[in-house]
């Protein structure tokens, strides 16, 4: 069962409008490393999970990313407050108003057109939210390391949201938020490693004779060497040459029914190519007797 705080958990001081500014924060209200995304993420997980620690964690932070959500969304719904109004009720000329919604070439105007200033479900291009975001397989090591991912990414996200604005409110209920991205990394990070053993993710073991082979696939200029393949870590296959094929010929088969054989055959016959023809063609006669 939800039950709602009418407060913020982190309050949120705008010192004045600016719809571009809004519309870059929807990067995280409704991008794939917003907060609507890691809420579902971590939810969808939590309903699944057998563990009753990580199933704990998992709750805690998918219903305090809904309030990250909410934060997210009064920020940009402040932004957006002086141009609803104007916009609402018609007090500029058309071609004021036009500029003050594009601003420094932003796309605020879609968001105040199409939504009314309110924060929209979509990225700051506009890209609406979608369930693709949500990468949960439903094993809890790789599921914690995705998730990991997630909050290292949204934590960029909002250092470059930090560094594209002056207002001293945004750039502290950002600050927060960034922060507890750092937060969420650690819990998850430590209830990863907390599984013994914790790698490789699933219970099949990798075939050993491939588990510690690094392939040169690139070769050429700008080779390196470093503990991603050296050979402390790994054998060391330095061409590509030689990198495959790892098993037989390398070629593919498959066993086929007689009935099956013959029709193959049938459709080889019937759609084979002429290699010793020269047909005319459309392109050929298009070009017609122009000469140079």
Known sequence: MFAHNKRLQYTVRVAGGNPGLANLLLEQFGGPQG???AAMRYFTQYVAE??????????DIATEELSHLEVIGTLV???NKGAKGKLAEAVDQEAEMYRALHGAGNDSHVTQVLYGGGPALTNSGGQLWNAGYIDSIGDPSCDLRSNIAAESR?????????????DPGVKDALTFLMTREVSHQ???????????PNFPPGKLPPDPRFANTYFNMSEGEGDMRGPWNSDENFEFVATAAEAGPQDGDGMASV???KDEVTALQGLVARTASDPESNPETGAELGAGNATR
Do not use: C, H, W
Request: glycine share 2%; charged share 35%.
């Open 154 to 166: 949204a934590k960029i996200i909002y250092e470059r949201l930090i560094n594209v604005t002056d």
């Open 186 to 196: 650690k819990s998850f990070e430590k209830a990863l490693y907390s599984m013994q």
């Open 255 to 257: 066993k086929l029914a």
């Open 50 to 59: 057998e563990d009753p620690g990580r199933k704990d964690m998992l709750i």
């Open 77 to 79: 719904a402040m932004l």
């Open 35 to 37: 907060e609507l995304a």
